[in-house]
């Protein structure tokens, strides 16, 4: 099993629909969990932390599911500038760095 | 307040030559990581600096790679005998503390005529 794998899509849909990201990682041990953003050819950028108890950031929702090893990531009333990819990134075994899953594409239109 | 920021942002270079890359990280972040992202690839880990430890090489995917951070703060990443496939965009990223939400730098544009 991977260490975090995710769908890589892409994911298409319309303005203003409802679209969700699943990722699974291997490690039960983890503690720290993130979603970033990649546009094309720009560097990551941090979206929102994932807590255990579930969090949003306006349109966004993230979700963890530690029995399952899972997280998600919801957008809501998606736009056009949602387009990009979307990595999952878990804190490794050790506790010394994060594992980048290899992203999610979405891509939004009008 | 200032970012992570890389120098150069874009470096062409023949085949067999060396190249040294550059990372300047946020001020008082003590981790320091480097990444490499061929085109359309996800992120690929090279190599992690903590503090005064010694680092974590494990990424690295031949001895032609090496790294260095001097005085816990800027690092340079070091390609000796440049092969194409080393072309790709090499991403620095600083954080805090380990496992803490990483800040990435825009990244140096590598190709290996």
Known sequence: RKEVEQDPGPFNVPEGATVAFNCTYSNSASQSFFWYRQDCRKEPKLLMSVYSSGNEDGRFTAQLNRASQYISLLIRDSKLSDSATYLCV??????????????TTLSVSS | ??????????????????????????????????YRQSLGQGL?????????????????????????????????????RTQQEDSAVYLCASSLAPEEKQFFGPGTRLTVL
Not at chain 2, 7 to 33: F, M, Q, W
Not at chain 2, 61 to 75: K, L
Request: aromatic share 8%; charged share 20%; with cysteine.
């Open chain 2, 44 to 80: 690929e880990f090279l190599i992690y600096f903590q503090g005064n430890s010694a680092p974590d090489k494990s990424g690295l995917p031949s001895d032609r790679f090496s790294a260095e951070r001097t005085g816990g703060s800027v690092s340079t990443l070091t390609i000796q």
């Open chain 2, 1 to 34: 307040g200032a970012g992570v920021s890389q120098s150069p942002s874009n470096k062409v270079t023949e085949k067999g030559k060396d190249v040294e890359l550059r990372c300047d990280p946020i001020s008082g972040h003590t981790a320091l990581y480097w």
């Open chain 1, 90 to 103: 878990v804190g490794n075994q050790a506790g010394t760095a994060l594992i980048f899953g290899k992203g």
